[in-house]
């Protein structure tokens, strides 16, 4: 396919995405299948235009005067095909019946527009309006970088896994993709988004997967795993384990020594946990039917940590699915902080005394955050907080980044400030009738 008919089969996907408000992923195989003559090349291409012109849909619509289907996927076609301004006018003009056709003098001339720097919040970091308050909160002065970043692909976060293999070996078994050590995460290997048209690599096809040697998991995740203290011997609860990422890097972090408990409220989302666990060698998890509070109950007072990765709205993640920041609404986020706080009522039942409580989100947004972090203290005097500073020096080694929003009790990673995904990280300790007696 050319490049101008790439261009107008990227207006298509956009137009059911739009209009229809399918999901990005969902729109995008719709098409496949409907285009089966487009190459996995071609396919590729699309996709990385239309992620593109989510991401940055507010700043693209203020170039060419509008948030068409037609309009963002010529605005996004640039930097998403790596063209000059004129190579894009040229190839929508190339005469072939499947181009989206010669661009207009008005959106010519939108693709090279200044916007200059009096922009609102909202239109120059590419969100929606309706969250700029919540933003502002978290990120005060620097809400338009932090923001930015999310505009821009990602890489691909690996996590070398330490019962198999260490990084060096994964970076040797992947050098193709250019692979490179982790800032901060000791186990992590990133792989650069090859960018333009180009497709991310599909790792898990890679023989050094099959074998276990890494998973696919950002090094947000990473950190947040390191910073939760499990270490060989002790008793983990995974409480809201998913398909298990958190367990895996877990049950590598201590050495397939003690136990991990793996509970998930939804069958479908554990399911894939157990192939997982088999690749890697992990031999100290064991699953808790899902749904099954009671079999949970049984445990209370008896885990060194409790780790909840906590439902959430998945704003730390919008470089990766920018579809889903323009699906988040009022009534989303609602259904979510009542989630949070029915897991952490769940969760501080079954800490130990002297044990710690992990509360973790892939989100950027207070509510979700520090508001649901001083919700869970409130009025509680069994839990203290733990400086994530302090698990930082313990466990990662070293000084401690600067959290994103600031504070020194808790972590907030960003792609701006870390390289990350958006990740929260809250850590408590369990007080015990003595230490509780003597305050």
């Known amino acids: ?90 190839a929508a003009n190339d005469g072939s019946p499947h181009s989206i056709g010669p661009l207009s003098d008005e959106e010519a001339a939108g693709l090279g527009r200044d916007l200059g720097d009096d922009l609102a919040a909202h239109i120059a970091g590419d969100f929606p309006e309706m969250w700029t308050a919540s933003l502002q909160r978290t990120f005060g002065d620097r809400l338009v970088a932090e923001m930015q970043a999310f505009g821009q692909r990602a890489p691909v976060g690996l996590r070398a896994n330490a019962l198999k293999a260490e990084p060096a070996k994964v970076i040797k078994a992947l050098a193709k993709f250019t692979p490179q050590p982790a800032r901060y995460a000791p186990h992590g290997v990133i792989l650069p988004h090859p960018g333009g048209g180009r497709r991310t690599p599909n790792v898990e096809a890679d023989p050094a997967h099959g074998k276990g040697w ?157 508001d649901q972090a001083d919700w869970f203290l409130n009025g509680d005097d069994t839990f203290e907080r733990l400086a994530f500073g302090d698990l930082w020096r313990v466990t990662i080694g070293g000084d401690p980044p600067q959290s994103a929003d600031g504070r020194q009790d808790s972590l907030l990673l960003t792609p701006a400030s870390h390289g990350t995904d958006g990740f929260f990280f809250a850590a408590f300790r369990r007080l015990s009738e003595t230490e509780r007696s003597s305050v």
Request: proline share 4%; with cysteine.
């Open 214 to 370: 890494f998973e696919v998991q950002d090094e947000g995740s990473q950190i947040v795993a390191a910073l939760s203290g499990a270490g060989p011997r002790m008793q983990v609860l995974d409480l809201c384990a998913g398909a298990g990422g958190k367990a895996l890097a877990l049950g590598a972090q201590m050495g397939n020594t003690g136990q991990i408990y793996a509970y998930d409220r939804d069958a479908g989302q554990l399911r894939p946990i157990f192939e997982r666990l088999k690749r890697a060698g992990v031999r100290n998890v064991q699953t808790i039917a899902p749904g099954d509070e009671a079999a949970l109950l049984e445990h209370a007072d008896r885990f060194d940590v409790v780790f909840i990765d906590a439902p959430c709205s998945g704003s730390g993640t919008w470089r990766r699915r920018p579809d889903a920041k323009w699906r988040l609404s009022p009534e989303n986020l609602a259904t979510r902080l009542r989630d949070q706080q029915t897991v952490l009522s769940l969760g501080r039942q079954l800490v130990k005394p002297g044990g710690r409580l992990i509360y973790v989100t892939c989100s950027i947004l207070p509510e979700e955050n520090i």
């Open 1 to 90: 396919m050319q490049i101008g008919a790439r261009m107008a089969a990227g207006a298509q996907v956009l137009e059911e995405i739009l209009v229809r408000h399918l999901p990005a992923a969902m729109a995008l195989s719709d098409w496949g299948r409907k285009h089966r003559f487009a190459g996995s090349g071609d396919r590729s291409a699309i996709g990385n235009l239309v992620y593109d012109a989510l991401r940055r849909r507010h700043t693209i619509a203020a170039r060419l005067g509008g948030q068409t289907p037609r309009a963002l996927a010529i605005g996004a076609a640039p930097e998403a095909f790596q063209l000059t301004v004129d190579e894009v006018i040229a």
